[in-house]
Every structure is written in C-alpha cells, then in structure tokens.
C-alpha cells in the first residue's frame, strides 16, 4: 500500500513537468535526453561492471532548476549467498525509474548566461525493479524505493544541442536483491541533451522569481505524529504516539514549484509487543529532508486574491536515530496547506508521511519490506517571508488600500 502511494506522489512530479505554468507555452524550457556508459554494481560481496543506458524528459521549472523523469538500465550480476550458504553470482536486469532534479548554480547567484560549460548536481527520488535472469534466484523480481546523488557537467556544442558527462549513485534499501545492506549502483555515462527552445539557456517564465534575494521563507511548527507498521494501532489507547517538532527554509520558484528543507524530531515507538499488550520501546530521532511543491491553487494560471494554498509535495532526506546512532535514508510525501495573512506572514498546516528504513524503526512490519515502518505527522505552525514575495501572493486587480 505505501508502495502505491509513493508512486502516486512520483507520478503526480512527473506530471508537473508537462504543467502549462507562469503563463509560458507548453514546449518552454522542455528538453529530452539519451546516454550511454558503465556501470558499478557495489555490495558487500564484491563488485560487477557491465553496461549502462538511460533516456529522459524534463523540464526547467525555474531558471535555476531542472526536474527530469529518467529511465535508467543495466545489466549486472549480484554476488550473494543463496540458502544452502552456497556463494553465487545471479545476472538480473536493473530498471531505475527516478525524478531527477538538477541545480544550476550559476543561474542561482550569478547573472553571466554565456558560459560554454555547466556543472549541475543533481539529486532523486525513485522506484529500482530487478528482475533476476538466472534459476538459482530464490525470487525473480524485486522491486524497491532507491535514491538518486550525481552531477552532470555539459558543454553546448551547437543551437539546441549539448554533450554531457554524467555520473550517478543509486543507494537501495539494505538486503535488495540479497546484496547486504545497502547496495549501490554506480553509473558513469556520456549524453546528449536536445533542447526544445531557441535560447541556448532555459528562459524566465512570468512568475518566476528574478532575484536571488526574493521569495524565501522560514517556517516553525509542531505537532502530533504515530508510528504505524503497516497502518496498525492508530487508536490513542495503544500510546504509540508523540510529538514532531519542526523548523524549515525554502523558496518559491514559481506561483507553481516551491521547494524547502526541512528539520524534523520525531518521538517514535518500535513495534507494539502483543504479547506484553504495550507501545513498543521509545525513542527520539530526527529528519532533515527536501521537498518539491506543487502549488494545485495555481496549477493552471495564477489566480489574484487567493489566500490558501493547496501543496502536495514528496521528498527524501537523511534520517538518524540519537540511542543507537543510527543513520539512513528516508522518504516523505505529504499534503500542506498555506494561508496568506499579510506581507510578511503566513500560517500553515502539514498532513505528512515519513516511511523510514527498519534499522530507524526498530524492526519490520507484518510485511517484511524495507519501507513497512512509516509516521504520519499533522503539524501546525507559522511562515515569516523574506524580501519581496513575487510568486505567493497578489492583491486583485480592483483592491486599493484603504484610505
């Protein structure tokens, strides 16, 4: 069931690409491409190096940011130990479906356009599928939420077209594929970006922010959050509940894409021991993760005089557990309501879904699956806007101030 939601937030980014925003033409901004290369596939037992090769789609969403919907492939085996303690080497194909953002760093803090050579790191969110080639396997498809870290360095080399460098590290969940904890798939590749716009650099959309100093915020709230193996023991009675704590920053891009990081500490139980009848052990953590918005208020145009803002977003971050120091990757997805109540201020409420390794919760759910451990949190608080808000908020057209 978490499987499915995940991949329905996924969907919903994938879909924004193809959003008609700020008021620009369908094709502005939009660019496909295509690369080939090696791969690395890293686990505990050893190292296998085959192919590699992947198409994409994507769009700039903001001058400084680009957001690709990448299918990326490889054929690889994975060393493992089957279960008669034999060692064996299983061939198996590797799919990894991933939204994939890419910073400019250069547009963010710098006006100078004309430079011949981009360096974009890049960071993502997807689903990996293995479907095992080999008999010996003891199951023949996998299939699991991973992580995306890379950075692609371009250079143009005519109107419309750029070569590029391209390197990325694929972190999935620990035991996929019988592979140990934490598996890696390395891919070093070379590309060709073919981009659907005259410009040799993505233009401004209409309600794009234009200034490095305008449109941040700072937000801080708090409330409750349960910890839940597979939905069970929502009932207060059952004192699997705590409080979440949180402070964020973040930006809005455009009157449609805004992006944040966020701190959070969560009071968590391990699984409720039935056998006891009590909430399973407790224990404290935090959650330091980004977010990409979509602003559903202004999905088709951007509306004067609206004061609440319907967001759903998805994210991924680190996540570490403070009693036994405990590190891991985490996802979120969630749903975030924001009212405008003036200049400066806005106050907000957070509907949120934070699905964690079991290492961090304490154990698996009745499933057994890396991503059986979520908490769901409801949070309130209150945003202070930096600079000039250009993208949140504008009065209608008839307003003028009183006298």
């Known amino acids: 069931m978490k499987k499915l939601l995940s991949a329905a937030l996924f969907l919903l980014m994938a879909s924004g690409v193809m959003a008609q925003v700020g008021g620009s033409p ?102 990996v599928w293995r479907d095992s080639l080999a008999a010996a396997s003891s199951n023949g498809v996998d299939h699991e939420v991973q992580f995306m870290f890379g950075a692609q360095a371009n250079v143009r080399l005519a109107k419309g077209w750029l070569f590029y460098l391209e390197s990325k590290m694929f972190l999935m969940p620990a035991d996929f594929d019988g592979a140990g904890r934490h598996p890696m798939m390395n891919m070093t590749t070379l590309g060709v970006t073919r981009n659907f716009f005259e410009s040799p650099f993505h233009r401004r959309t209409e309600f794009e922010s234009r200034e490095v100093s305008e449109d941040w915020f700072f937000g801080i709230g708090i409330g409750p959050n349960i910890s839940t193996f597979d939905l069970m023991y929502l009932n207060p009675k059952y004192g699997m509940w705590g409080v979440a704590p949180e402070i964020m920053f973040g930006r809005n891009l455009t009157e449609f894409w805004t992006i944040r990081f966020q701190l959070n500490g969560i009071s968590g139980h391990e699984r409720y021991d039935t056998v006891e009848n009590h909430p399973g052990k407790s224990y404290t953590f935090a959650n330091l993760h980004a977010d990409l918005m979509v602003n559903l208020t202004h999905a088709v145009k951007f509306t004067r005089g609206v004061r609440l803002n319907v967001m759903p977003y998805i994210g991924a971050g680190m996540v570490w557990r403070f009693d036994n120091i405990e590190f891991d990757m985490a996802a979120d997805f969630g749903l975030f309501f924001r009212y405008y109540v003036n200049r400066r201020s806005d106050l907000y409420a957070d509907l949120k879904y934070l699905m964690v390794p079991t290492p961090i919760g304490g154990g698996p759910g009745p499933s057994g699956k ?22 949140r908020y504008r009065q209608p057209l008839n307003w003028c101030p009183e006298p």
Not at 83 to 108: H, K, M, P, S, V
Not at 377 to 389: A, C, M, R
């Open 370 to 391: 890396f991503y059986s451990v979520g908490l769901p949190s409801f949070t309130v608080g209150y945003i202070y806007n930096f600079g000039t808000s250009t993208t």
């Open 26 to 127: 369908f094709g502005a901004n939009m660019f496909v491409t295509g690369q080939a290369g090696a791969s690395f596939y890293m686990t505990e037992l050893g190292t296998h190096q085959s192919f590699a090769g992947g198409i994409g789609f994507g769009k700039w969403i903001a001058e400084p940011l680009a957001l690709r919907i990448n299918v990326d492939l490889a054929t690889s085996q994975s060393p493992r130990i089957l279960d008669d303690n034999q060692r064996a080497n299983i061939l198996g194909n590797y799919t990894f479906g991933t939204a994939e953002f890419l910073w400019d760093f250069n547009a963010t803090f710098s006006r100078v356009r004309n430079w011949r050579v981009h360096c974009y790191p890049m960071l993502g969110l997807g689903i």
